[in-house]
């Protein structure tokens, strides 16, 4: 279980050139024209994870299987796109359907390559881009909220309670601020996650500069930078242009590539890094002498939902989870001699997962 994030972002900013080289694929269309993505591409890359070696080194696994991620490319959306405009309220749907936005800006300069509103500017791009998505929620809340308030004062105590909550965030709508501006209770925001708002999903800004400003960024990414903090949205410098490079190249060239232009990772392991903190995501393992598993939950599930990640009998059947942090199995040597050292512990239903915990699950179905 990774996390599915969609790469939105004005036409002709470097959306589809990005998405083919994270996933080192050539299924998005990259060309120098709005619209050149009409349906959404979806793209699956392994998240890299050095303590998955480690382990498998460990334990002598035959196989190493990380865990995925997964990237959907969504066409430009354009100023009007909330009313219809350009392709519109198909690429609204489509964003309704991913857990996180990666949005892109575009901060580089090139004659050649046209910008929907004839210059580059990456702070009225997130402006345009946040308020299709408000006007899109404001419209679909406003739609709702009559029949709910109807049901409300018939006193159905459910409907009042999301009709309150739906009352705060289109006040905060007209006002000019997203949905995840709204403060939530832990009650609450299941009640919010089930109205698919757009303006709700937790959002990051990926920084779009030519190659050589990959290791510094430029003025505009600054800008944009400033921006991102405003909103309090984290944010990663890539050059598309050469992620692309990179991703043309074998595995043992390409570290040698980033460090002649200064830079010590790949823009795929800032943005899953990035992605990661957004969605409060955490890791855990099951390790064994076939294969070393990598395996993502969000923080905060308990050892049946762990459990469930790898297989929904595993959930239902759940009666224990044989738990080793991930520093013990290392210092140790493996199972045995954490077993040995009293490293390994037993942890019921309502234990909380600790990235990096090493799992083997015990089921009764």
Request: a negative charge.
């Amino acid at each position: 279980m990774g996390f599915n994030c969609g790469i939105v972002g004005l036409p002709n900013v470097g959306k589809s050139t990005l998405f083919n080289a994270l996933t080192a694929t050539q299924a998005a269309q990259a060309a120098n024209y709005p619209f050149c993505t009409i349906e959404p591409n979806i793209g699956r890359v392994s998240v890299p994870d050095g303590r998955l070696e480690t382990l498998a080194g460990i334990a002598k696994s035959a196989k190493i299987v990380p865990t995925q991620l997964e990237f959907v490319d969504i066409a430009g959306l354009v100023k009007g796109a909330s009313k219809g405009e350009g392709l519109g309220n198909q690429f609204l749907g489509n964003i309704r359907e991913v857990d996180a936005i990666a949005q892109v800006l575009r901060c580089f300069e090139d004659g050649d390559v046209t910008h929907v509103s004839g210059s580059v500017d990456p702070v009225r791009d997130a402006e345009i881009i946040e308020t299709e998505l408000m006007l899109a929620d404001l419209d679909s809340l406003e739609k709702r909220l009559p029949n709910l308030q109807k049901k409300a004062k018939s006193g159905d105590k459910e409907a009042g309670v999301e009709a309150a909550i739906m009352e705060r965030i289109v006040a905060a709508l007209r006002d000019g601020k997203p949905a995840r501006a709204v403060p939530l209770s832990n009650e609450e925001q299941p009640v919010v996650k089930r109205m698919q708002l757009l303006t709700a999903k937790p959002q990051m800004f990926v920084l779009n500069v030519e190659e050589g400003s990959a290791a510094s960024g430029n003025a505009n990414s600054e800008k944009a930078i400033a921006y991102a903090k405003s909103v309090g949205s984290p944010y990663v410098i890539i050059s598309a242009a050469i992620e692309a490079e990179v991703a043309q190249l074998p595995a043992e060239e390409q570290r040698d590539f980033l460090e002649s232009l200064g830079l010590h990772d790949t823009g795929l392991n800032r943005v899953i890094a990035a992605g990661y903190s957004l969605l409060d995501l955490v890791t855990f393992f099951t390790v064994g002498p076939k294969e070393a598993h990598a395996w993502t939950v969000r923080r905060g599930s308990k050892a049946p939902q762990a459990a469930g990640a790898i297989h929904t009998d595993f959930e239902k059947g759940f009666i224990r989870a044989e738990t080793i942090s991930y520093d013990d199995f290392v210092a140790l040597g493996g199972e045995q001699g954490a077993k040995d050292a009293g490293k390994m512990r037993l942890e019921g239903k309502e234990y909380v997962v600790v990235d990096g915990d090493i799992f083997h699950f015990r089921f009764n179905v």
